[in-house]
T-cell receptor, first 110, second 113 residues
Framework: GENVEQHPSTLSVQEGDSAVIKCTYS??????FPWYKQELGKGPQLIID?????GEKKDQRIAVTLNKTAKHFSLHITETQPEDSAVYFC?????????FGTGTSLTVIP | DAGVIQSPRHEVTEMGQEVTLRCKPI?????LFWYRQTMMRGLELLIY????????DSGMPEDRFSAKMPNASFSTLKIQPSEPRDSAVYFC???????????FGQGTRLTVV
């Protein structure tokens, strides 16, 4: 099955700085890569996703890049704000299933 | 749409008791997933259904766990008998199609004492 690895497990940044979270996957059949944000006491919510026919996608302060050859994808958050503090999960989908990374706890220090 | 609805939000039960978790997916979604989240293992897929049919239950820990989807608007996850190591947050998610966004419910926090 698919194996998704995510780094770092924790990340602290100063407000206004950028944050980068990286994931790798193992199954070359994966072609859909969503990123989820989970706030305390809530379920994960999609923040951005990318498909394998695209190398980069941006939505305001959030961007995702995908390198299919190397089997890795990354989340970039610019101009971080305290409300960006949460746990972020990457996922890869080779079929109708989603395989999640282990999560990154992001803290934005005001 | 109200999103994916799970009940109860919190459940505390004694070891050995039967526990039933409930999920109402988003109307029109044909895929439904049950996940378990713990600090140690993160988000684990337990089982998923497509058009009410269980497709992959390889993530179900053992025979004590069972899941059903009698119709397109309702699913249950049952644990019988429950054990303390089953304590976790259980999420239900639904998706409108293949390789598209999964929408998560708020989760059920299960504590088995």
């Amino acid at each position: 099955g698919e194996n998704v690895e995510q780094h770092p497990s924790t990340l602290s940044v100063q407000e206004g700085d950028s944050a980068v979270i990286k994931c790798t996957y193992s199954d070359s059949a994966s072609n859909y890569f969503p990123w989820y944000k989970q706030e305390l006491g809530k379920g994960p919510q999609l923040i951005i996703d990318i498909r394998s026919n695209v190398g980069e996608k941006k939505d305001q302060r959030i961007a995702v890049t995908l390198n299919k050859t190397a089997k890795h994808f990354s989340l970039h958050i610019t101009e971080t704000q305290p409300e960006d503090s949460a746990v972020y999960f990457c996922a890869a989908s080779p079929s109708n299933q989603f395989y999640f990374g282990t999560g990154t706890s992001l803290t934005v220090i005001p | 749409d109200a999103g994916v609805i799970q009940s109860p939000r919190h459940e505390v039960t004694e070891m050995g008791q039967e526990v039933t978790l409930r999920c109402k997916p988003i109307s029109g979604h044909n895929s439904l997933f049950w996940y378990r989240q713990t600090m140690m293992r993160g988000l684990e897929l337990l089982i998923y259904f497509n058009n009410n049919v269980p497709i992959d239950d390889s993530g179900m820990p053992e025979d004590r766990f069972s899941a059903k989807m009698p119709n397109a608007s309702f699913s249950t996850l049952k644990i019988q008998p429950s054990e303390p190591r089953d304590s976790a947050v259980y999420f239900c998610a639904s998706s409108p199609g293949l390789r598209t966004e999964a929408f998560f419910g708020q989760g059920t926090r299960l504590t088995v004492v």
